[in-house]
């Protein structure tokens, strides 16, 4: 493998400002890579042709820099619309369907001068943790083909793992962001809601559940993503002003305290391993100079768990309900979205409301937390990856699941209030698979989260400490 894919992007992209590296390069050994690995994982869909893409970069070779991803080849998440590639949500419903504009988020990383290639793989219109359609099939995980890469952005973290890219987007409704990171030994970022504009179309103020971010192989890259990502859409209600995320990178971290929750109080089903690895990565953490506490469970896992459901199906419904209307599109949706839809149609606004006065409820519980700690941390999933022939997990440590995401439940009470979370790498279990933890804050401490986990990457590097077998570089 060439060794420039496996910098990280911000090197890469100052190899290219400063002509050491030209785009022309960078795409063909870019190609190259997918060329030898995506038949194999099914990361990447929808590829443009090479040679459209060659002349691209060498167009951008001649051209002025025209952003901080001059250059940089991109695959876009299967759920954005970009111009040129067509938007199928992994749905065959809408397969080949060709996008008139670029959503706000593509048009600004089209705009900061990333080369779009391709886009990367995504369950269904984007639900589930497990990347599977019957469009383009099964994401499969760089550390053991025969098992899940996660989701929903399951093929942009295997990308990113394959080093086929160096930055990808995401989106986060039930651990989108977090999960993926997890099984392919990256980070992925969940911002504070509303930081990154989504598309400014139909119901614009309900919606908080779901957000878009970064994902990359170090936190550095991840505030690079994200500074170009993040800021003020004026078609949008809400937002947060843009800033440079990258400028936190290196502040003096004092002495962050982290509350350790854990299995929730024995309320979360985790398999075996698991905890033991983020209670190891928490001990390293004291090393660089973290408080560590171990919490009791702060809010009844059954409350919040019932009002996740409600408004995530509610949500899902609002959003489907036109696709779902028209009865011979069932043949061609997939069971849980089925569910969900008919669940969240069923759903009276007494039920939206006592599910938001569980979820304001549990807001105010976590801000008098974040008032005797900075960070709280739980794992970022609670099974390993499972077999890619699976749909989900039905059983943990032999405990029954009773829905199709049940087994993500540990990452509801991040998903419910909108905060800002990073998943970390932590290390490997018995069987080689890789592990993450989610550490998250208040609202609006992101910078503090992405300086933490730098830090945390300074130490361990655990992306490159520990690539996929395919990934060790050949020469330094």
Request: proline share 8%; with cysteine; net charge negative.
């Given at each position: 493998m060439?060794?420039?894919?496996?910098?990280?992007?911000?090197?890469?992209?100052?190899?290219?400002?400063?002509?050491?590296?030209?785009?022309?390069?960078?795409?063909?050994?870019?190609?190259?890579?997918?060329?030898?690995?995506?038949?194999?994982?099914?990361?990447?869909?929808?590829?443009?042709?090479?040679?459209?893409?060659?002349?691209?970069?060498?167009?951008?070779?001649?051209?002025?820099?025209?952003?901080?991803?001059?250059?940089?080849?991109?695959?876009?998440?299967?759920?954005?619309?970009?111009?040129?590639?067509?938007?199928?949500?992994?749905?065959?419903?809408?397969?080949?369907?060709?996008?008139?504009?670029?959503?706000?988020?593509?048009?600004?990383?089209?705009?900061?001068?990333?080369?779009?290639?391709g886009?990367?793989?995504?369950?269904?219109?984007?639900?589930?943790?497990?990347?599977?359609?019957?469009?383009?099939?099964?994401?499969?995980?760089?550390?053991?083909?025969?098992?899940?890469?996660?989701?929903?952005?399951?093929?942009?973290?295997?990308?990113?793992?394959?080093?086929?890219?160096?930055?990808?987007?995401?989106?986060?409704?039930?651990?989108?962001?977090r999960?993926?990171?997890?099984?392919?030994?990256?980070?992925?970022?969940?911002?504070?809601?509303?930081?990154?504009?989504?598309?400014?179309?139909?119901?614009?103020?309900?919606?908080?559940?779901?957000?878009?971010?970064?994902?990359?192989?170090?936190?550095?890259?991840?505030?690079?993503?994200?500074?170009?990502?993040?800021?003020?859409?004026?078609?949008?209600?809400?937002?947060?002003?843009?800033?440079?995320?990258?400028?936190?990178?290196?502040?003096?971290?004092?002495?962050?305290?982290?509350?350790?929750?854990?299995?929730?109080?024995?309320?979360?089903?985790?398999?075996?391993?698991?905890?033991a690895?983020?209670?190891?990565?928490?001990?390293?953490?004291?090393?660089?100079?973290?408080?560590?506490?171990?919490?009791?469970?702060p809010?009844?896992?059954?409350?919040?768990?019932?009002?996740?459901?409600?408004?995530?199906?509610?949500?899902?419904?609002?959003?489907?309900?036109?696709?779902?209307?028209?009865?011979?599109?069932?043949?061609?949706?997939?069971?849980?979205?089925?569910?969900?839809?008919a669940?969240?149609?069923?759903?009276?606004?007494?039920?939206?409301?006592?599910?938001?006065?569980?979820?304001s409820?549990?807001?105010?519980?976590?801000?008098?937390?974040?008032?005797?700690?900075?960070?709280?941390?739980?794992?970022?999933?609670?099974?390993?990856?499972?077999?890619?022939?699976?749909?989900?997990?039905?059983?943990?440590?032999?405990?029954?699941?009773d829905?199709?995401?049940?087994?993500?439940?540990?990452?509801?009470?991040?998903?419910?209030?909108?905060?800002?979370?990073?998943?970390?790498?932590?290390?490997?279990?018995?069987?080689?698979?890789?592990?993450?933890?989610?550490?998250?804050?208040?609202?609006?401490?992101?910078?503090?989260l992405?300086?933490?986990?730098?830090s945390?990457?300074?130490?361990?590097?655990w992306p490159?400490?520990?690539?996929?077998?395919?990934?060790?570089?050949?020469?330094?």
């Amino acid at each position: 493998m060439s060794d420039l894919l496996c910098l990280s992007a911000t090197d890469v992209l100052q190899n290219l400002r400063q002509g050491q590296l030209s785009a022309v390069e960078l795409m063909q050994a870019t190609l190259a890579r997918i060329e030898e690995l995506n038949p194999n994982f099914n990361a990447i869909v929808s590829l443009a042709d090479p040679q459209s893409l060659l002349e691209q970069a060498k167009a951008t070779d001649a051209a002025p820099n025209k952003g901080p991803l001059h250059g940089l080849p991109f695959a876009v998440k299967d759920l954005a619309d970009v111009v040129g590639f067509p938007t199928s949500q992994g749905s065959p419903l809408f397969a080949g369907a060709l996008p008139k504009d670029d959503e706000p988020m593509v048009a600004r990383l089209r705009a900061a001068g990333a080369i779009f290639i391709g886009k990367t793989n995504t369950p269904e219109f984007g639900l589930g943790s497990h990347t599977f359609n019957s469009v383009f099939g099964a994401t499969k995980n760089p550390y053991d083909n025969a098992l899940s890469s996660g989701g929903s952005s399951g093929g942009a973290a295997a990308a990113l793992a394959l080093r086929m890219v160096a930055l990808a987007d995401g989106s986060d409704m039930m651990g989108s962001l977090r999960n993926p990171a997890a099984w392919n030994n990256i980070y992925g970022f969940r911002p504070t809601w509303s930081l990154v504009p989504p598309k400014p179309e139909g119901e614009i103020f309900f919606n908080e559940l779901s957000t878009l971010g970064p994902m990359a192989r170090t936190p550095r890259d991840l505030a690079l993503l994200l500074t170009v990502q993040a800021g003020f859409d004026e078609r949008l209600p809400h937002g947060i002003a843009p800033c440079d995320y990258r400028a936190a990178m290196g502040n003096p971290l004092g002495a962050p305290k982290i509350g350790w929750l854990g299995d929730w109080g024995g309320a979360y089903q985790i398999e075996p391993g698991i905890l033991a690895l983020c209670e190891k990565a928490l001990n390293q953490m004291s090393d660089i100079g973290a408080e560590v506490q171990t919490l009791k469970a702060p809010f009844p896992a059954d409350a919040i768990w019932d009002s996740w459901t409600t408004l995530r199906s509610w949500i899902v419904a609002m959003e489907q309900s036109t696709t779902y209307d028209d009865l011979e599109n069932h043949m061609h949706m997939k069971p849980e979205l089925l569910w969900e839809v008919a669940r969240g149609l069923a759903l009276s606004g007494a039920d939206i409301h006592k599910a938001s006065v569980i979820r304001s409820d549990w807001y105010i519980k976590a801000e008098k937390l974040f008032k005797r700690v900075n960070f709280l941390a739980l794992p970022s999933t609670q099974v390993w990856p499972f077999p890619i022939d699976w749909r989900f997990p039905k059983t943990i440590n032999g405990v029954a699941m009773d829905t199709y995401h049940r087994w993500m439940e540990v990452v509801v009470p991040v998903s419910l209030l909108g905060l800002p979370c990073v998943n970390v790498p932590v290390g490997f279990g018995a069987l080689g698979l890789p592990c993450g933890m989610q550490i998250f804050g208040p609202r609006g401490s992101d910078k503090a989260l992405l300086n933490f986990a730098q830090s945390w990457h300074l130490a361990t590097d655990w992306p490159n400490a520990n690539p996929p077998l395919h990934c060790t570089k050949r020469t330094l």
